[in-house]
């Protein structure tokens, strides 16, 4: 059928699509269209179903709406994320520290920055290893900056962890990761860190390699790809693109935090909740959307949203970013940033 070359319509789920997963165990119709009943499916939305199911289209048959576990996030979610108030500051509109950084990778933290600032946090502070600081200084105006201890490849070192919680004591949320590099140091500063501070977390790029689940004394919130995500659950990156709701539910079981899967169906997961499924736009498909969502979802949590609930409002709010930043090609990471209060003003 896929070879024929004429306008496929798929009624219900293309054949081969598993309505509950999006899974496709061995051939599947490549739909134009799909019409489907009563309501929409997890594999209309979760890959790879969502790449078969094309144009979707619902048809109501007259049955009573009910509740599921896994649900579709609208963009009404972005009515949840609390507004400045007259008589609020700076800093009770949500302080973000965001650590991170490294040579050659300076800026994927100040891009997280930015993106925290243009998400409605009052106030962040970037930290990052003494020998970038100057980076920071010239890019990120708006953001307080701070020198954490570096060994001589200007790495982040286990040194750091005290520096870092004194940052964090008066802060709403930490989101580290954002292009820290790979050593045995940062690993040591990154596990010391999540043991330690005592607020909600975000944990990104870098800071997820060979992460470890821990004894946490706040939320925390992981934000993996699929190659990410299988070195969290010890799978090949191609297993977690075919098993995508298996897999972040497995990362949840493994870690007890909420995990998000970014991709085309951005998938939102924590311990006993159903999946969230968010669209993720293709254009955010470029280096350095993530750090950006890594930000918006900071500055959520530090203005107090519960965690499952402030990351599916700030992948809502990504996805809205990439529409609203309007370009049908060669969008960059960068562009988000002005495009992210019009998406949150709706």
């Known amino acids: 059928m896929n070879a024929l070359g004429a306008p496929v319509l798929a009624v219900d789920l293309p054949s081969g699509v598993d309505a509950s997963t999006g899974e496709v165990a061995g051939v599947a119709v490549d739909a134009d269209m799909t019409v489907t009943f009563h309501g929409e499916k997890v594999g209309h939305h979760v890959t790879p179903g969502a790449y078969l199911a094309g144009y979707l289209e619902l048809a109501d048959i007259g049955l009573e709406p009910v509740e599921t576990r896994n649900a579709r996030v609208t963009r009404a979610i972005l009515e949840l994320v609390p507004r400045r108030s007259p008589e609020g500051n700076k800093y009770t509109s949500g302080h973000v520290v965001v650590a991170g950084g490294s040579p050659g990778l300076s800026g994927a933290p100040c891009l997280s920055a930015f993106a925290a600032?243009?998400?409605?946090?009052?106030?962040?502070?970037?930290?990052?290893?003494?020998?970038?600081?100057?980076?920071?200084?010239?890019?990120?105006?708006?953001?307080?900056?701070?020198?954490?201890?570096?060994?001589?490849?200007?790495?982040?070192?286990?040194?750091?962890?005290?520096?870092?919680?004194?940052?964090?004591?008066?802060a709403g949320a930490l989101a580290v990761g954002p292009g820290l590099g790979r050593s045995e140091g940062t690993k040591a500063f990154v596990r010391n860190l999540l043991a330690e501070a005592a607020l909600p977390a975000v944990v990104d790029g870098d800071a997820l390699w060979e992460l470890e689940p821990g004894d946490w004394p706040a939320p925390r919130v992981l934000t993996p790809h699929s190659g990410e995500l299988g070195g969290l659950i010890e799978e090949d990156s191609s297993w977690v693109d075919a098993h995508r709701l298996q897999a972040v539910q497995r990362a949840v079981e493994r870690f007890r935090c909420v995990v998000l899967l970014k991709g085309t169906g951005t998938l939102i997961a924590a311990p006993e909740t159903g999946v969230l499924v968010n669209g993720g736009h293709p254009s955010l498909a470029t280096a350095g959307t993530g750090d950006v969502l890594t930000g918006i979802v900071a500055a959520f949590l530090a203005k107090g949203m519960e965690p499952r609930i402030a990351t599916a409002a700030a992948a809502t709010a990504h996805h809205w970013a990439a529409i609203e930043a309007s370009w049908d090609a060669g969008m960059i990471a960068s562009d988000l940033l002005d495009a992210l209060p019009r998406a949150l003003a709706g």
């Open 117 to 170: 600032l243009r998400a409605d946090a009052g106030y962040v502070t970037l930290a990052g290893p003494e020998p970038v600081v100057p980076v920071f200084e010239n890019w990120v105006l708006e953001a307080v900056k701070r020198p954490l201890p570096a060994d001589a490849d200007g790495l982040i070192t286990e040194d750091a962890v005290g520096a870092a919680l004194g940052l964090v004591a008066k």
